[in-house]
């Protein structure tokens, strides 16, 4: 059966019968930023510059395996996907160029979504623009089409790229996002955005490099939109709606001083040349520049370095041109093998210097200074629309997830025709201090956002000590998000499409022995900020399929993935659980329920129950020796978490505290609860075992049930209640840190999944 069609009611999703829905998501999935066919992780330098002829089919999973994947995530709980596809997956080959094998996959791999009951909406992938300029998202080509060779970029620093890093195995962690500051990328996002007022001679097949790019992107996106909607099974039952290109950089446009890092600028990693700089190192010239490493209160300088390409180009000479093999028709105006920045006045190649600095800080056009605001009401949105009239030209009644540059202040259209009533702000957030350290900190955090809005006369004042104030910290941030994203785009859904943590933090520590505890702590503090924001849901990043202890989610060194082939998979409720029912209760009482036999016996009537479901791995990990003998549940404690799926009226709030092991949602009904449209919550098993849970209601009737899931159980709750205010309370056991086992099972004794297994071991024989 397939989800019921939403609706949007001012912040919130609606289904058919009216009920809030929550959602509750994560990523699907990292191996989609990657070819299938050759396998090709960031760190896999072979075949790398083959971009031409790579394959998609099998991402995010093969069809074969993609029943296992989906029913996985919809045991943990999660209702929605943001399913993860790149343009380079689509239109590889050569412009206009399209993959209908990967294209059909990614139909059949829906259909398969649509099975398990997932609302999805597409998101058309990038990061630092390409793989080929140290990220994912538009095909090589498009590096030739700029006048670029994307062989040169590690060499010149254009670009630093993983899988042309000498040792692969030693590239830096977190060095990726500083790409968007380097050549490459900063040439290729100024081009797409505003190609036509600061390039005006990058003219390409008649028409300016702003053009082609854009239209081959949104054509690319439009051609499977068309074919989902041709598919018509899919439409709104599934595929729900398109969110806007993924965190969309502006590139130059705007920056003040080519010579210049601005001082709010904070993704400052090893060497961090300024634009200025960029240009010289990428047409050949030795500079030396700043470096940069990054502690407890953000960048710091730590050195500078001699960057010397010895006369090597990012700039893609005329005897290496692509030209003739992708069929561009370059203006005679347009150089080969000379910067593109030169060729419009900003510097002289003969005497290397800077002749206008300020070149981007206006734009031609609107005659005004551009900064990142007006850069989003103006360029952005200009591409905004033209992307989603595309996708509605195919997908009719589509949502559109408008995202814009992350933590800038989102487009001010309210109350304008692009505040629309199917429209969704999707905004990202990490906490920044935690991503590029790779360690909780439970001493302090840093109220980033507040800081960002000049929140604080001194920065000082932004520093936040003790676990408890980290946490209201985080929510507080992302509450003051929403409220931004309400002010300026209207009253819509606010979805943060992208939050997580990593998961080798303390240079892997967990994988070594096993012990979780930090990872718990930074995606509880997540959750707990998404559940007291107000938003309407969140899609968490990731699931990675092939996450394993050496090379993580398999791009750049990235490890935020919930799943890991190296560790244990959470176990589920037994399928065959007789249903915990409640008596009718007043409206105006706390009604109490629970069971006595306690969750850690295990006896022969229940141990094939208890036992974990084996399964086979398909990628076997390269782990070292010292890694990974000491495998435990990733986390499983933190994202293994009780939610409302469908709410009979209004969410006033909701929230898990894990350290008690208790539920808690509040709600306001318009009237008694149907018979056939109850309030329905995701009610884990792992933390709410039968026998060990108790319930409080203000009313009605309840009842915990479990669903099978391919196989599997999945446990959920539904109430029926009366008009108005009404409460509902859930106790489950607190799980001792990285396992399956209770605490104070049996007069205080801590059982962790290995020691049940043992005790059970002493007891019976198995055969």
Not at 43 to 67: K, L, W
Not at 441 to 459: A, M, T
Not at 648 to 664: E, I, N, P, Q, R
Request: hydrophobic share 35%; net charge negative.
């Amino acid at each position: 059966m397939a989800p019921s069609p939403l609706r949007i009611d001012g912040r919130r999703f609606r289904d058919n019968r009216n009920r809030e829905v929550t959602f509750r998501g994560i990523n699907v999935s990292g191996e989609a930023k990657f070819p299938s066919r050759p396998n090709l992780p960031t760190h896999i330098q072979n075949d790398f510059f083959n971009g031409d002829n790579v394959s998609f089919v099998g991402r995010p999973f093969d069809e074969d395996e993609a029943h296992i994947h989906f029913a996985r995530l919809k045991r943990y709980g999660y209702n929605s996907i943001r399913y993860v596809f790149t343009w380079e997956a689509i239109e590889h080959a050569g412009p206009g160029q399209y993959d209908d094998e990967f294209v059909q996959h990614t139909i059949n791999t829906l259909r398969i979504a649509k099975s398990y009951d997932f609302h999805v909406f597409m998101d058309p992938h990038q990061d630092v623009w390409s793989r080929h300029s140290g990220g994912d998202g538009a095909p090589m080509w498009t590096l030739y089409a700029a006048g670029l060779d994307p062989r040169m970029f590690t060499r010149t620093h254009a670009a630093m790229v993983h899988a042309d890093w000498p040792d692969p195995a030693t590239f830096p962690k977190m060095l990726w996002p500083t790409n968007y500051q380097r050549l490459a990328a900063f040439t290729m996002f100024t081009l797409f955005w505003a190609g036509r007022d600061y390039a005006p001679k990058a003219i390409i097949d008649g028409m300016n490099i702003q053009d082609y790019l854009q239209g081959h992107f949104i054509d690319a996106c439009k051609y499977l939109a068309q074919k989902i909607h041709e598919a018509g099974d899919l439409e709104d039952v599934c595929v729900i709606g398109w969110e806007s290109m993924n965190e969309p950089n502006r590139g130059l446009v705007g920056w003040e001083n080519m010579d210049v890092i601005p001082k709010e600028l904070n993704m400052k990693k090893g060497t961090c040349p300024t634009p200025w700089q960029s240009l010289l190192t990428g047409s050949g010239r030795a500079v030396e520049v700043d470096t940069y490493e990054f502690g407890s209160f953000g960048p710091y300088k730590s050195g500078t370095q001699l960057i010397d390409p010895e006369g090597a180009s990012a700039w893609l000479l005329p005897e290496a041109s692509q030209d003739e093999r992708y069929g561009f028709k370059r203006d005679s105006n347009w150089r080969l093998g000379t910067c593109l920045w030169a060729q419009h006045g900003i510097w002289d190649p003969e005497t290397d210097s800077l002749l206008k600095p300020e070149y981007f800080d206006k734009s031609p056009s609107l005659g005004e200074k551009m900064t990142y605001e007006k850069f989003t009401n103006s360029y952005f949105m200009q591409h905004f629309r033209t992307f989603r009239n595309a996708i509605r030209s195919a997908h009719k009644d589509c949502m559109i997830l408008v995202q814009a540059p992350v933590l800038e202040i989102p487009p001010s259209i309210k109350n304008t025709p692009d505040d629309e009533d199917r429209l969704i702000f999707a905004t990202h957030y990490y906490d920044g201090l935690t991503l590029l350290t790779k360690h909780w900190n439970k001493l302090y955090n840093v109220d980033v956002f507040g800081v960002l809005r000049g929140k604080y006369w001194s920065p000082a004042f932004a520093v936040k000590v003790g676990e408890t104030a980290i946490r209201n910290c985080l929510r507080n941030q992302l509450t003051a998000i929403r409220e931004e994203g309400e002010k300026y785009t209207g009253v819509h859904p606010t979805l943060f499409t992208e939050i997580g943590i990593p998961f080798d933090m303390d240079d892997k520590h967990a994988y070594k022995t096993g012990d979780y505890s930090s990872q718990i702590s930074a995606l509880d503090a997540n959750y707990f900020a998404i559940e007291g924001s107000g938003a309407a849901g969140s899609t968490l990043w990731l699931y990675c399929g092939s996450n394993n202890h050496q090379w993580s989610d398999n791009w750049n060194g990235e490890d935020l993935s919930i799943f890991s082939v190296d560790d244990l998979v959470p176990p589920g409720p037994p399928r065959d659980e007789t249903p915990t029912q409640s008596t009718n209760a007043s409206s105006t009482t706390l009604t109490k329920a629970s069971s006595t036999r306690s969750s850690s016996q295990i006896d022969p009537t229940n141990l094939k129950a208890s036992l974990p479901k084996p399964e086979i791995k398909r990628i076997a990990s390269e782990t070292p020796p010292d890694l990974g003998n000491h495998p435990g549940l990733r986390a499983a404690e933190a994202f293994l978490r009780p939610s409302p799926i469908a709410t009979h009226g209004d969410v006033v709030s909701y929230g898990f505290d894990l350290k008690s092991a208790t539920f808690t949602l509040n709600l306001t009904a318009p009237s008694k609860t149907p018979d056939d449209s109850p309030t329905e919550i995701f009610l884990p098993h792992f933390h709410f075992p039968s026998g060990s849970t108790h319930v409080e209601v203000s009313g009605g009737k309840w009842v915990i049930d479990v669903r099978d899931v391919d196989g599997e159980g999945m446990q959920w709750m539904r109430w029926w209640h009366g008009e108005g205010e009404q409460a509902l309370k859930v106790t489950g056991v607190i799980r001792k840190s990285g396992s399956s086992g209770v605490e104070g099972a049996e007069e205080g004794e801590e059982y962790g999944y290995f020691e049940v297994l043992r005790r059970v071991g002493e007891n019976c024989s198995v055969m």
